[in-house]
């Protein structure tokens, strides 16, 4: 990428030699993608681990000091069309809301659709079939 991106301040050095990172995952649902993105993680040159929390849609990135950097292990993603961020809790409850407001979306137009067919067969219920067309 063009731009310059420090995000060494989200990365944890650990005692054992190691660097972890924790990303959330943009708009990935599937397991199939959280496998996707494991794979290809552990082919990138200098990630020892790469696992994927399907619940809460975060990623922990391990690697050896120095083999890798953080906008590195990003971009790396990115070019292979998932995206990412690092894990902060304000920004993780933000979409969090984003995707309950879709999902609340979806529901309102599921109940609505499911409540003009029940109003299409009231007349079944109540014993008056007789005027029902086949197209109805």
């Not at 649902?29 to 020892?48: H, N, Q, R, V, Y």
């Not at 995206?83 to 902060?88: A, D, G, I, K, V």
């Not at 979409?95 to 979306?105: C, D």
Request: glycine share 6%; net charge negative; hydrophobic share 45%.
């Amino acid at each position: 990428m063009a731009e310059f991106r420090d995000f060494s301040h989200f990365v944890r050095t650990q005692s054992d030699g190691f660097c972890a990172l924790d990303l959330i995952l943009e708009n990935v649902d599937c397991a199939a993608c959280f496998g996707d993105i494991e794979s290809k993680l552990l082919k990138f040159p200098g990630i020892e681990r790469a696992r994927v929390n399907i619940t809460y849609g975060r990623l922990a990135v391990t690697w050896r000091e120095g083999a890798a950097t953080a906008s590195g292990v990003m971009d790396y993603l990115a070019s292979n069309g998932y995206r990412t961020q690092p894990f902060q809790a304000q920004s993780a409850e933000k979409i969090e809301q984003e995707r309950a407001n879709v999902l609340l979306k979806c529901l309102a137009v599921a109940g609505f659709a499911a409540m003009n067919i029940m109003l299409l067969s009231v007349s079944v219920w109540s014993g008056n079939a007789t005027d029902i067309t086949p197209e109805t």
